[in-house]
């Protein structure tokens, strides 16, 4: 078991990660930290590489070089340790059509080693939350697609990990889902958890991000709270959109 003891605990560190599907790197020299209690946007346009990062954090795909570490311990040599302190919420909903809702909560404490009375003490106010208490007994080809997105959401939440890694957490969700989902990231931060999320809602995004990490052609160009990338820009007032903008080249229309 790890155990935290610094009071601003590191909880995810990448250093100078290159890496990739194949031989031809995607990502180059990737390196970026997230500490306890932050949420950190991960912010680039389609392709820029940030799928590919996520997918070394989970260790899905092995670095050509660098390392990466989850609480202070390479992820290479506790691969399945440090995935029991991150969980992870892909773009679209995975969900298996022969279980209910409740049956994807068990399978969740399961793979966890979380009790059954634990998980659905948890889940209680999650299902509030999303309004899916009534759902509990019913299969996922009875969900809409906004729905499957909650259930993802429920079981990533109950789990209360370290680190929650969220890719485009937004889509799909009604305006309601959208407001309950950034009222639970900012409780979950309170309770010093990490959320590393990937979004292209940048309005969104600078409502409640305390960072934001901008990739852009496989590579890292800005790091910063929202006050460091307008320093960097030069764009005083700027809003996430318009620093994006100027950093990546797309400013044309921007002053």
């Known amino acids: 078991m790890i155990i935290l003891k610094d009071v601003e605990a590191m909880i995810l560190e990448l250093k100078d990660v290159t890496g990739g599907y194949s031989k031809t790197p ?9 500490k306890e209690g932050e949420i ?3 912010i680039g346009l389609n392709g820029a590489g ?13 670095p050509h070089s660098g390392r990466i570490e989850v609480l202070g311990k390479s992820i290479t040599n506790i691969k399945d340790q440090a995935r029991t302190h991150m969980t992870y919420i ?24 979380i009790d059954e009375q634990t ?6 106010g999650l299902l509030d939350l999303f309004r899916l208490k ?22 990533a939440f109950v789990v209360q990990p370290e680190l929650y890694i969220i890719d485009e ?8 889902g959208i407001e309950s989902l950034i009222n639970l990231m900012v409780e979950e931060r309170s309770n010093n958890r990490s959320i590393l999320m990937s979004t292209h809602i940048l309005s969104t995004a600078e409502r409640y991000c305390d960072r934001y990490i901008i990739i852009h052609d496989g590579r890292k160009i800005a790091d910063g709270t929202i006050d460091d990338l307008r320093e960097q820009t030069g764009l005083k007032n700027g809003t996430l959109d318009s620093v994006y903008l100027k950093l990546t080249g797309g400013d044309s229309h921007v002053s």
Do not use: W
């Open 119 to 124: 998980i659905m003490k948890r889940a209680d």
């Open 134 to 155: 009534k759902e509990l007994d019913k299969f996922p080809t009875h969900f809409s697609k906004g729905m499957k997105q909650k259930v993802m959401l429920i079981c």
């Open 26 to 34: 995607v990502i180059h020299n990737i390196d970026f930290n997230i």
């Open 40 to 42: 950190v946007g991960l």
């Open 169 to 176: 957490p937004f889509l799909g969700l009604d305006p309601i």
């Open 50 to 62: 940030k799928s590919t990062t996520i997918k070394h954090i989970l260790g899905l795909l092995q």
């Open 90 to 113: 892909p773009e679209s909903p995975i969900l298996y059509e022969e279980l209910t809702l409740r049956e994807h909560i068990h399978m969740t404490a399961m793979a966890y080693g």
